[in-house]
């Protein structure tokens, strides 16, 4: 795949929260359950769910990045999940449930293309929504970019996304907290998942970037060709029905 080039993000905006579905930027619930929808200034052309790592609770924690999806015309959906560091994976993934839910009730029904993102912790927790999106009476994503994904949360999801759902996977080569376990057992998991549907990828270091497990949340040009450019990738296939 190749990585577009990414023009420089957009002044963040998070000092906005309010509980009209109209305002630029939507904040509902409290602690694990909290979950920021956050609009494009323009029409919306796709929606994004961002499932961040254990440290970054906050969007401002990839508040760039977000700011970036936002002025390609993507509604973002950021749901907190944590309400503590001392919380269970389990609890965790009860809150990024909630979230996701009460952030589609937020946007209602537009018929937009949905692609889901996730690092560490989030790279995890986007198969159990992909699988689960039935269940939890939400649109299920067309494609999912899961970075540096940590190991299954309690048993792996019973269901696997659909046949027609394009996977991507991400490992850094010097990721020594997550390593290539947990995107070596979901592949694993998706071994009957269509060859031309999914992909595996190590990212490798290079002079001026490490891919360390907090690579994906630098803002410089080489992180945004290495992380942003191959999702900007995807929601664009989607948008496009590919």
């Given at each position: 795949?190749?990585?577009l080039?990414?023009?420089?993000a957009?002044p963040?905006?998070?000092?906005?929260?309010?509980a009209?579905a109209?305002?630029?930027?939507?904040?509902?619930?409290?602690?694990?359950?909290?979950?920021w929808?956050?609009r494009?200034?323009?029409r919306?052309?796709?929606?994004?769910?961002?499932?961040?790592?254990?440290?970054t609770?906050?969007?401002?924690?990839?508040?760039?990045?977000?700011?970036?999806?936002?002025?390609?015309?993507?509604?973002?959906?950021?749901?907190?999940?944590?309400?503590?560091?001392?919380d269970?994976?389990?609890?965790?993934?009860a809150?990024?449930?909630?979230g996701?839910?009460?952030?589609?009730?937020i946007?209602?029904?537009?018929?937009?293309?949905?692609?889901a993102v996730?690092?560490?912790?989030?790279?995890?927790?986007?198969?159990?929504?992909?699988?689960?999106?039935h269940?939890?009476?939400?649109?299920?994503p067309?494609?999912?970019?899961?970075?540096?994904?940590?190991?299954?949360?309690?048993?792996?999801?019973?269901?696997?996304?659909?046949?027609?759902?394009?996977?991507?996977?991400?490992?850094g080569?010097?990721?020594?907290?997550?390593?290539s376990?947990?995107a070596?057992?979901?592949w694993?998991w998706?071994?009957?998942?269509?060859?031309?549907?999914?992909?595996?990828?190590v990212?490798?270091?290079?002079?001026?970037?490490?891919?360390?497990?907090?690579?994906?949340?630098?803002?410089?040009?080489?992180?945004?060709?290495?992380f942003w450019?191959?999702?900007?990738?995807?929601?664009?296939?989607?948008?496009?029905g590919?």
């Open positions: 795949m190749t990585a080039v990414v023009i420089a957009v963040c905006a998070f000092a906005v929260s309010a009209s109209s305002s630029p930027v939507t904040h509902v619930g409290v602690g694990a359950r909290e979950v929808v956050f494009p200034s323009g919306p052309k796709s929606i994004v769910v961002f499932g961040h790592g254990w440290s609770p906050l969007p401002a924690g990839f508040g760039p990045w977000v700011e970036h999806l936002r002025a390609r015309g993507s509604i973002v959906i950021y749901p907190r999940y944590e309400g503590s560091a001392g269970s994976t389990s609890s965790a993934l809150g990024f449930q909630a996701v839910q009460n952030a589609f009730r946007i209602g029904r537009l018929h937009l293309p949905v692609v996730g690092k560490s912790f989030g790279g995890s927790a986007v198969f159990y929504y992909a699988g689960s999106a269940a939890w009476q939400v649109p299920a067309v494609a999912i970019l899961s970075i540096f994904p940590a190991g299954p949360i309690g048993a792996l999801p019973a269901t696997r996304p659909a046949a027609r759902t394009y996977v991507e996977f991400f490992v080569d010097a990721d020594t907290t997550a390593g376990g947990g070596d057992t979901f694993r998706l071994s009957g998942h269509p060859a031309t549907r999914k992909r595996y990828v990212i490798r270091s290079k002079p001026g970037f490490v891919a360390s497990h907090d690579s994906a949340q630098r803002t410089d040009r080489i992180a945004q060709l290495v450019g191959p999702l900007d990738v995807l929601i664009d296939r989607a948008r496009h590919r």
